[in-house]
């Protein structure tokens, strides 16, 4: 096994930032593996858990290697290919280099001075997931890799399928970075959304894009509402 180290995401006035706030982001010395760690590495996170419940960790790691299944049975060309590490509760990535965020310097709505067509492979992804009956809620730009020039998806911990009942926004808080409950929450106020109840999920897919209209333009993100729209 290649030697992995902590993979950070450098934010312009931020520095060095974890690139995510579930799992612990390592990376091989070659940029050629990514790996998720479903495990409270104090190291990494350095007292700032956003899980800190094992049972939730596990849930966590088990929603992801579901629907990573999925997309590799109905989608493979939507997600790098992948190995599974049980017992260490790991998922380990075929990657090209650093996410798409960090190659386009964290910052930017538009990222096709990195992939040009970004804009409609990602879309098509999205299309995936709900021709899939999937609701993915895990849209950050660092959710996606580059590999070979196809937009990879990753961070399925934080999808939910048609079947389920959709789940309270406060329950989730612990997904979402302290930036953009500081937009979400003013929204779902604004919209009479009670934070405590459970909200349907189409709902909730629509308020996950407009969230991300910091980091994708709104026109992009009206896009992807619309794909959600029957």
Known sequence: ????????????DKGL??????YTSLISDDKRKFCQWYHNDEGYHGGHNQVVDIELMD???????????????EYPQHIPAFEIDYEFRKVYLQIDGPD??????????????VLPDWEDQMLEIIQA???LGLYK???????????????????YFFTYSAEEQGFTPMDVMSHIS????????PAMESMGIDVNAVQPLDRLQG???????????VETMEKAKAIYID
């Not at 096994?1 to 312009?12: C, G």
């Not at 310097?105 to 538009?110: A, L, P, S, Y």
């Not at 302290?178 to 929450?185: F, N, P, Y």
């Open 137 to 155: 809620f895990s849209m950050h730009p660092s959710s996606y890799f580059i590999v070979n020039g196809t937009l990879k998806s990753i961070n």
């Open 1 to 12: 096994m290649k030697k992995m180290n902590y993979y950070y995401n450098n934010v312009p």
């Open 178 to 185: 302290e930036d953009r409950q500081s937009v979400l929450i």
């Open 100 to 113: 798409m965020w960090e190659l386009a310097g964290c910052q930017g709505t538009d990222y096709s001075h």
């Open 129 to 131: 997931h709900k021709d």
């Open 59 to 73: 849930e966590k790691f088990e929603r992801e290697i579901k629907y990573l299944k999925i997309m590799r049975n």
């Open 17 to 22: 930032c974890r690139n995510n706030l579930i």
């Open 207 to 217: 308020l996950c894009f407009d969230s991300f209209k910091n980091n994708f333009s």
